[in-house]
């Protein structure tokens, strides 16, 4: 490996504000250089890209590259690039403030569920006064696919409100305060118990399309989904047949699997639909700059990295 005199940082993504972002590597680490994709520089003197839909094949160009930070929690947005180069490691952002934020979503929603609140808002509009039953928390089953980072701390928060979380992950071992199933062998009991289901999965190759038809089939008549994962996880036209047959209550989606969701697409005015703008949980310049340049330090003194994605399973 050639070592440049200038070891530089490279910020590459197509829809994130560049100046926030490197006023936020430059206050982190003022001794590093940072540049912005396209204006790269010599190739050679880039040491570590912070990306996010970045270009497919560009990080095949950078000689030295020693480390692909993904500026958000998910990868499947870089892994999706058939060229990367060997045996780059990958890191991904776990950070206290994303989490929180994504527990603040799940929890709005599954009350919004939970309380009936989209029924009411139904009721209102055709002028009808109409109190419907309504089961207490700990009676209300709430079900987690994906029990990460992001899962378990929705988990703790929904368990502080009242509810008991269950969960679905794709390795064995309990999970505290979790009534957890496992696998493909798992999830068939797992969602006939699901009322409200949030979808808080990695997208990859085995959660491609996992929400649709049978899915949908197998959980309680009425249940809601809250998709505030990945869009690819959602057969939508399978969602838009559970819905309008009435086999699902309502979802909330966030994620799409076209983003921005196209004018005219059919979830914009889908009555039963809640769309908001992948907001749930925004990546914080600050905290994903530090995270990236203490593993930049890490990878020049030789240490472990932080949040290191494991690429055979592919989150
Ligand atoms: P983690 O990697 O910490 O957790 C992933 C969880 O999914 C784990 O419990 C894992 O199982 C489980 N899982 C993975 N593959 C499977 C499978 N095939 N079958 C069953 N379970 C599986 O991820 P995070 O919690 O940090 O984030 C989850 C996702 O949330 C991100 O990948 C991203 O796509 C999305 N996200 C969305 C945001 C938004 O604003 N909408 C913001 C941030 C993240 P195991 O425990 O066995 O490893
Ligand atoms: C993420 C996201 O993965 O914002 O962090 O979707």
Redesign the pocket.
Known sequence: MILTETMAILFASKTDPADVWRAALEAEAPDMEVRIWPEVGAVEDIEAVLVWLHEPGDLMRYPNLKLIASL?????QLLCDPALPPGVPITRV?DDG?THL?SEYVAQHVLRYHRRASEYERLQRAEKWEPLAQPSAPERRVGL???????RDVAAKLGALGFRPLG????RGPVAGVETYH?ADGLGAFLARCEILVC?????P??QGILDARVFAALPEGAYVVN???GGHVVEDDLIAALDSGRLGGATL??FSNEPLPPGHPFWRHPKVTVTP?????TPPRSVAKQTIENIRRLRAGEPLRHEVDLA?G?
């Open positions: 958000g929690a998910g990868v499947d776990v994303l994504m696919m994906g029990l990460g980072v992001m899962g679905w992950r794709r390795g696998g808080l999965l990695p997208l990859t085995a959660t505030c994962a990945r966030d994620v992948h907001v749930a949980a925004v399973a989150y």
